[in-house]
């Protein structure tokens, strides 16, 4: 008797019992983002290898990005990880399994993320690849409502699981970090337009996603330039950073967003060309503003309203009595007085 029959009955033995990876098969999946690297700055801008140690602190929030011979991981670097995320969060969805180490095909994520499919196109996927895992990032930011101060790489590791005649990868297995995994599993995540990847810039890129978690789907959302900076981790400095915002404002091509520069060196974010689902919360008063900045001094007054009203909308859209209230207490609970 052969030795399928005996191990199984005429079945073929289980050669992978212990299957701990995650195959990309999901077809169309919709970008998704992770909302903690859509906050804070953690992938260069820079276009050319970037060698820096970034520093990054902001409401509590620590971020040290520490790059490799190979330079830190960029926006565009990202790609990977966006395809990882959104082929996990819609498998997750779909009630499947999935892990921490996924297997993907180099051609689908060249052409989900409207890359080249060219040779050229591959070396760049490796050199990403390094990138990623050789970038480490030590920060006390919060997964699925952990806040461990640790070390990671973007990826824990990564290998050409199966190459073409030519050597071109065709295959390629990559291990994402826990802390990423956390946020996957904790559906702490975002959809991104497609149209993100048509974005060439790297500026506009990060502008994109700062924008995409602040102002998410409220008519609008606005924050100061100097505060925007900040966040967008860019190195050029002021002037020309608010030179690149205007040539942003008059090109007018930012997916689902529109910038408009106000009074006071702000920058508004509009919603384009679409309806807000149920009420909006009312319009704050200018006292109500200088009372959060009074309880809350050296924050962004800004983001405060955007959160509230992101904390407002997830909360069913109740009627409020009084919209300043409401506010302040939120503000109240923020700065662990509440």
């Known amino acids: 008797m052969s030795a399928s029959v005996i191990e199984g009955r005429g079945l073929l033995p289980d ?30 801008l820079a276009t050319k290898p970037d060698r820096r140690i970034l520093n990054y602190a902001h409401n509590g929030v620590e971020i040290t990005v520490v790059p490799s011979v190979k330079g830190l991981a960029t ?11 959104s082929q996990l969060m819609a498998a997750l969805n779909a009630g499947r399994a999935v892990s921490r180490t996924v297997t993907l095909k180099a051609h689908d994520l060249l052409v989900a993320t409207n890359r080249e499919t060219s040779g050229d196109a591959y070396r760049r996927l490796r050199e990403a690849f390094e990138r990623l895992a050789g970038t480490r990032i030590t920060t006390n930011l919060e997964t699925d409502g952990v806040e461990v101060t640790s070390g990671f790489g973007l990826i824990e590791s990564w290998e050409i699981v199966r190459r073409a005649k030519g050597g071109r990868m065709v295959s390629v297995s990559v291990t994402l970090s826990d802390w990423l995994y956390r946020a996957v599993m ?5 959809t991104l337009s497609r149209d993100y990847f048509r974005l060439r810039k790297p500026l506009e890129r990060r502008i994109y996603e700062i924008a995409r978690k602040h102002c998410g789907r409220q008519v609008s959302w606005k924050i100061s330039v100097d505060l925007l900076l900040k966040k967008s981790g860019s190195a050029s400095p002021r002037r020309v950073f608010r030179k690149m915002l205007r040539d942003m404002i008059a090109a007018n091509h930012l997916p689902d967003y529109e910038m408009i520069e106000e009074e006071g060196d702000m920058i508004r974010f509009s919603l384009r060309d679409a309806v807000v689902d149920g009420p909006e919360a009312p319009p704050l008063s200018a006292a109500a503003l200088e009372e959060a900045r009074r309880l809350m001094p050296g924050a962004d007054i800004y983001a405060l309203e955007a959160d509230w009203r992101g904390f407002w909308a997830r909360s069913g859209r109740p009627r409020l009595r009084s919209a300043d209230g409401a506010f302040l207490g939120f503000v109240k609970g923020r700065a662990g007085q509440g």
């Open 186 to 190: 904790s559906k702490s995540v975002l």
């Open 75 to 85: 926006i565009h670097d990202k790609d990977i990880l966006i395809y990882c995320i």
């Open 15 to 44: 050669r992978h019992p212990n299957r701990d990876f995650f195959l990309c098969d999901i077809f169309d999946a919709i970008p998704k983002d992770d909302l903690a690297t859509m906050e804070h700055p953690v992938f260069s």
